[in-house]
């Protein structure tokens, strides 16, 4: 085989210094062994890598969490659940957003914050909440909102009645059900 002038001489030569001098030649072998280990390494296995997915189209339900007592902080916790368990079922992002306040006017940003973020549905928890979230959803026209443990009159106000027993684990289980097949079937 006869290789190009350009590559031809380089390879006579590397292969002459070769020849003579065995330690040239495996230290050669070495250091081309260390490079390709190392390439090897570095490089890994691309069919490997897990690859991100693209969730920016996906809908996006969004909970405001508020101050609450003891059976709001239940019916928040079923709620998240319920949120994350909409999330694995594909096609959904669940988030979560403080509200520190259950005061209309105070709570307005946050929920427009929520708006900001391109929420489609707005989850909110409790009685305290119902005055914010109507609120809210007179201040934004295409906004969908959904209130878990109250009832509105307000037309884009959904509301899921809370478990008879919230304390119970099985209603926590129940509520997180409804909360989820409410986002899944809204998407």
Same mark, same amino acid.
């Given at each position: 085989?006869?290789?190009? =002038?350009? %590559?031809? /001489?380089?390879?006579?030569? #590397? ?7 065995? $330690? ?5 072998? $070495? ?8 390439? $090897? ?13 693209? #969730?920016?189209? &996906? ?9 609450? @007592? ?21 096609? +959904? ?7 520190? %306040?259950?005061? =209309?006017? !105070?709570?307005? *940003?946050?929920? &427009?914050?929520? $708006? ?6 707005? #989850?909110?928890? @409790? %009685?305290?909440?119902?005055?914010? %979230? ?11 909102? +959904? ?8 037309? /884009?106000? !959904?509301?899921?009645? =809370?478990? !008879?027993? *919230? ?21």
């Amino acid at each position: 085989m006869r290789l190009p =002038a350009l %590559t031809a /001489r380089p390879v006579h030569r #590397v292969t002459g210094l070769v020849r003579g001098h065995p $330690v040239v030649a495996a230290t050669a072998a $070495v250091a081309l062994l260390a490079a390709l280990t190392l390439t $090897v390494l570095i490089g890994g296995d691309r069919s490997a890598r897990p690859e991100a997915a693209n #969730v920016s189209r &996906n809908f996006r339900a969004c909970l405001l969490v508020s101050p609450a @007592g003891a059976t709001d902080a239940r019916l928040s916790q079923a709620s998240w659940q319920g949120m994350q368990d909409a999330a694995r079922s594909g096609g +959904v992002n669940a988030e979560r957003f403080p509200a520190p %306040t259950i005061d =209309a006017k !105070a709570a307005l *940003p946050y929920f &427009n914050g929520a $708006v900001q973020h391109h929420c489609e549905l707005i #989850v909110t928890v @409790g %009685t305290g909440m119902k005055p914010a %979230t109507e609120a809210a959803a007179r201040a934004n026209p295409h906004q969908q909102f +959904v209130i878990i443990g109250a009832t509105s009159a307000h037309p /884009r106000v !959904a509301a899921i009645a =809370a478990p !008879a027993e *919230p304390e119970k684990e099985e209603a926590g289980k129940e509520l997180a059900d409804k909360v989820s097949t409410f986002i899944t079937t809204r998407r």
